[in-house]
C-alpha cells in the first residue's frame, strides 16, 4: 500500500462514523445530537467540538440548509479554514537547522528521526543524527540502527552520559562538516518537568553559543493512535518548552483522526508531518486538505464535493518505492 491508501485505512472507521451522520434524513435536533457525539468520539474536542457544532448551526439557519449532507461541505470548509499550514511552515528545511525533537516513550520518536534524515538526505542535504536521549541504552542502539538505516552519521556516546555533552559534540561537529540539518534525539519522559525544562534550556543555551547560525526547530512527536492523550502530551510539553510543530504518527492503525484537528485548534500549533507505517518513506509533509478529505469523503463520487476532493487527491505525488523495515 502506498502512503495515501495506508492513511485513507488508517482512518476508516472515524470516516464511516461520519458518513452515517450525513445520511440523516432531516436537520433537527437528533442529527446534532449524534453530530456532536461523533466529533467528540473522534477526538475532535470539546471545544473544537462546541465551535464546529455552533458554526453549523449558524450557517445552517442563514442558508436555509434543509439536507444533511450539504452540512459535511460546511464542517469540511470549516475545518479547511482551520487547519491551514502556513507557506513559511517548512523555511527551516531549506536553511542550516538543528531540530530538537521531543516526546515520551513509545510514540515513534526514534523511528521519525530516522525517516526525516533519509527523506532530508534523499533530497540532497547533508544531515546529522544525535542520540541525546542518553536514559536508556535501547534508545541509543536504536537510533543507530536507523541512522544505517537512512545511510546518514549519529553523534553518540554511552548509557547515562551527559545530554548536553552529547548535544556539544553534535553540534561541533555538524558546523566542522557543514551539516545542513542536524536532528537530535532528546529524552522522553515527563515525570519531572523541571529537569526537563532544565536540560532542554541547557541544549538550547549550547546550539545558540556554539552554532549561532543555525535555525533551531522543535518538533513533537505523538501518537495519533492515543487521541486526547496525544493532546495532553503536547499540553504538558508547551508547559516546559516551545513547539515549533508535531509529527503524528501511527495514523494506519486505529487512530481517531480527529484529534489532528483538536492539536491544531486547542494549541495553536501546526501539525508538520503525518506517519503511516514503518518504512523510510511512510512519514510526509501534513495535508491539511488531503487529510480532511480521509475524514469526510465516502469515495462513492456520488456528489460534485466527492468529485472535487477526490480530484485533489489524483493531484498528490506518488510515493517512491518503499523499503520494508522489520
Not at 485505512?9 to 451522520?21: E, Q
Not at 536540560?199 to 518538533?219: F, H, Q, W
Not at 483538536?262 to 508531518?273: C, G, N, Q, R
Amino acid at each position: 500500500m502506498g502512503f495515501w491508501d495506508k492513511l485513507k485505512a488508517g482512518l476508516t472507521k472515524t470516516r464511516d462514523s461520519f458518513a452515517n451522520v450525513f445520511k440523516a434524513s432531516e436537520i433537527d435536533e437528533d442529527f446534532y445530537d449524534q453530530l456532536e457525539e461523533t466529533l467528540i468520539m473522534s477526538d475532535m474536542g470539546f471545544e473544537t467540538t462546541e465551535a464546529v457544532i455552533n458554526d453549523v448551526k449558524e450557517k445552517v439557519k442563514k442558508l436555509h440548509i434543509k439536507d444533511a449532507n450539504q452540512c459535511r461541505e460546511l464542517i469540511i470548509n470549516n475545518l479547511r479554514d482551520q487547519m491551514n499550514v502556513e507557506d513559511n511552515a517548512y523555511d527551516f528545511e531549506e536553511k542550516k537547522s538543528v531540530i530538537l525533537v521531543i516526546g515520551v516513550n513509545g510514540v515513534g520518536k526514534t523511528t521519525s528521526i530516522g525517516k526525516l534524515a533519509y527523506q532530508y538526505r534523499k533530497r540532497g542535504k547533508k544531515v546529522l543524527i544525535a542520540a541525546a536521549d542518553t536514559f536508556r541504552a535501547a534508545a541509543i542502539d536504536q537510533l543507530k540502527t536507523w541512522a544505517d538505516r537512512a545511510e546518514v552519521d549519529i553523534i553518540a556516546q554511552g548509557e547515562g552520559s551527559d545530554p548536553s555533552a552529547v548535544v556539544f559534540d553534535a553540534v561541533s561537529a555538524a558546523r566542522a562538516r557543514k551539516t545542513d540539518i542536524l536532528l537530535i534525539d532528546t529524552a522522553g519522559r515527563l515525570h519531572n518537568k523541571k529537569n526537563l525544562m532544565d536540560e532542554l534550556g541547557k541544549m538550547r543555551r549550547i546550539i545558540s553559543k556554539e552554532y549561532p547560525d543555525a535555525n533551531v526547530e522543535t518538533l513533537i512527536v505523538l501518537d495519533g493512535s492515543t487521541g486526547q492523550n496525544a493532546l495532553q502530551q503536547a499540553r504538558e510539553f508547551g508547559n516546559v518548552t516551545e513547539i515549533n510543530g508535531i509529527i503524528l504518527t501511527k495514523l494506519d492503525g486505529t487512530a481517531k483522526g480527529g484529534v489532528a484537528i483538536a492539536i491544531e485548534s486547542e494549541l495553536s500549533v501546526p501539525v508538520k508531518y503525518i506517519g503511516v507505517g514503518e518504512s523510510l518513506d511512510d512519514l510526509q509533509r501534513f495535508d491539511p486538505n488531503a487529510y480532511i478529505t480521509a475524514l469526510f469523503a465516502d469515495f462513492t463520487l456520488d456528489s460534485d464535493m466527492d468529485k472535487l476532493i477526490n480530484a485533489d487527491i489524483e493531484q498528490m505525488p506518488k510515493d517512491d518505492d518503499l523499503f520494508d523495515i522489520d
